[in-house]
């Protein structure tokens, strides 16, 4: 929690520690996310200035520089939305009368909005009568969205295959999940795991104050309020972003700094590049988490001036010549560059891990767009509902291409992640894309996502060949802004890297009958990568744990073999049979649990 003083006012930074708890325990998110916030007195007050207009999300939520009492010369961001009121009806017997106060507490059993805030926006009277029926105020989207049951909804790329989104989810509104994925990628941030995000620091619900409308003759309309309320996202200001420095008034700005060269290993590259790769970990970063953000496009990839002040790990940046990376047990080194990556905007990004948390029309609609007419456009959703590892890393890559930063490097991920060669010319770079991305917004085709999914694994890419120059043992004067045990990480995802020869993976591929002893380390390596391939694909909850538990029982059967494998592939084993334990308990023997605790 940021704190901040002055001679007459303290001012905290509320509710990041308090959210994650909700999500952690199954709590109502809404009712603590619209209850009326200790900073709005200070908005009220001008204490809290609006500064600078910076500019306007997805949802047309304007982002504004704001000054902090207290907070010296440190900036921070306020990204505002406005809750429109909505009306209600109260259906009231003949001859009954109904009070505010019964209302507001079954609209905050029904709902999920704070008593106080109902009341609040009906005039602050609780004894208020109603006798006839009537009309009342409530926040117009703050209706409760943790799911009380559980859901199965069409995926995008299969209409024949669903996505389960079991009881408990967080399924809301832009402003809520954006808030709370966001703080669990700013917890990313601070508990060391990857310096690319943006630290997230509160949420604030104010109600504007509320006045009667009156009638022609000046007096009162009784129960009648005109006003909306606002919500406030609190977090770190940043410099720029990669799409400010790449073009300018004319397009492509081919003088600005970000197309400088480096020298790195005896070859050239541009400062975009070794941005590109801190995208592509960060990526990789928020998928340990099941997050999709959902829309990386040049101007929510966000940069950081590295200047000497710049700390990340009680380490300064500018002090070393190179950056570390730590994944899985191998290390990437890269050059320091005058910035450093900071994602942020997660307004239509979903984490699917578990308790699923995610914005309401990204799972239901992935925001498919209306024609003309009013029907619903050729281009499909703009998003998936289901978890993929591609899309983060398609969509990235092609607005970098796009957008005139095709260096050969750039060039040579694009091809990694659409599985061409290395060697494959532009007019076949072309085709492809024609094929993976919509024309009119250049984001991926849904229905062309899982043919991908391994080739645009970030993680996969970042150990590819291509990366060969910033793959090996450290130099000297190294910082390491990555986390180096990932193993230590509650709640991650984990993914097997691509195989050398991937293979299509149908249920009837991996089958639980007993094997010969005599199969080879290379039948077992790839059923082991049939199995990752299922995990990865399945996102029934209930049958997930079966799969995993008909892995481990095939795994235990063949054990002379499993000693054999990698060391990566046994770490991922292991790691999933940990975060599923109880999940698959009642699937396994006692005799693979013993195996699997030895």
Request: aromatic share 10%; hydrophobic share 35%; glycine share 6%.
């Amino acid at each position: 929690m940021k704190t901040s003083k002055t001679m007459n006012t303290s001012f905290e930074f509320q509710g990041r520690d308090e959210t994650i708890k909700i999500i952690d325990t199954g709590g109502n998110l809404v009712e603590y996310l619209t209850t009326q916030s200790a900073e709005c007195p200070l908005f009220e007050a001008d204490s809290i200035k609006l500064v600078k207009k910076l500019g306007e999300g997805q949802a047309g939520a304007p982002a504004w520089l704001i000054n902090v009492p207290g907070a010296g010369r440190r900036e921070y961001v306020a990204k505002i939305f406005t809750d429109k009121l909505e009306k209600i009806d109260i259906a009231i017997t003949p001859g009954n009368t109904v009070t505010l106060d019964q209302v507001a507490k079954k609209i905050q059993e029904n709902y999920g909005i704070p008593y106080n805030t109902t009341i609040y926006l009906n005039g602050g009277n609780s004894e208020l009568a109603y006798k006839k029926k009537s009309k009342l105020y409530i926040m117009g989207n703050a209706k409760i969205c943790k799911t009380t049951k559980s859901e199965d909804i069409k995926r995008f790329d299969d209409p024949n295959h669903f996505n389960t989104i079991p009881a408990g989810s967080y399924v809301c509104v832009e402003r809520f999940s954006e808030y709370v994925v966001g703080i669990i990628c700013g917890n990313i941030f601070r508990k060391g795991m990857s310096a690319h995000f943006i630290d997230m620091f509160g949420f604030a619900t104010c109600d504007q104050p509320v006045e009667n409308e009156k009638d022609k003759s000046g007096k009162n309309i009784e129960g009648k309020f005109m006003k909306n309320v606002k919500e406030y996202v609190f977090m770190d200001k940043i410099d720029s972003t990669i799409k400010k420095l790449m073009e300018n008034e004319n397009g492509r700005n081919t003088n600005s700094p970000i197309f400088g060269k480096i020298n790195f290993n005896g070859k050239k590259y541009t400062e975009l590049d070794i941005l590109c790769i801190q995208t592509l970990s960060a990526i990789s970063a928020m998928q340990q988490y099941g997050i999709v953000h959902g829309d990386l496009h040049l101007d929510n990839v966000f940069l950081e001036i590295v200047d000497k002040k710049t700390e990340y790990g009680n380490n300064f940046l500018l002090a070393a010549d190179l950056w570390e990376y730590t994944i899985f047990g191998d290390t990437i080194v890269i050059p320091k560059t005058t910035w450093i990556v900071k994602i942020g905007d997660f307004g239509l990004s979903v984490k699917y891990s578990l308790p699923i948390v995610g914005n309401e029309i990204t799972l239901r609609s992935g925001y498919w767009q209306t024609d003309a007419t009013g029907n619903l456009d050729k281009n499909g959703p703009w998003l998936p509902n289901w978890f993929t590892t591609a899309y983060d890393v398609l969509y990235f890559l092609v607005n970098v291409y796009v957008a005139g930063g095709g260096t050969s490097f750039v060039q040579s991920l694009l091809k990694r992640a659409l599985g061409l060669s290395e060697k494959a010319n532009n007019k076949e770079l072309e085709a492809e894309i024609d094929v993976a991305f919509n024309k009119s917004n250049m984001r991926p085709r849904m229905t062309e996502l899982n043919n991908y999914r391994s080739s645009a694994n970030p993680r996969s890419i970042l150990l590819s060949d291509i990366m060969e120059d910033f793959q090996g043992v450290p130099a000297k004067n190294v910082t390491s802004i990555e986390l180096a045990n990932i193993k230590s990480v509650k709640g991650m995802k984990y993914t097997i890297p691509k195989r050398v020869s991937p293979k299509k993976v149908s249920p009837k591929k991996v089958s639980s009958k007993k094997v010969s002893s005599e199969e080879t380390l290379e039948k077992f390596t790839d059923k082991i990568y049939d199995y990752s391939e299922l995990i990865e694909l399945e996102t029934n909850v209930e049958k997930k744990p079966e799969i995993i538990a008909e892995m481990l029982n095939y795994i235990y059967k063949n054990n002379v073999y499993a000693n054999k494998i990698s060391l990566e592939i046994r770490t991922w084993v292991k790691t999933i049979y940990n975060l599923n334990k109880k999940l698959i308990r009642p699937y396994i023997t006692q005799k693979i649990v013993d195996y699997m605790s030895g």
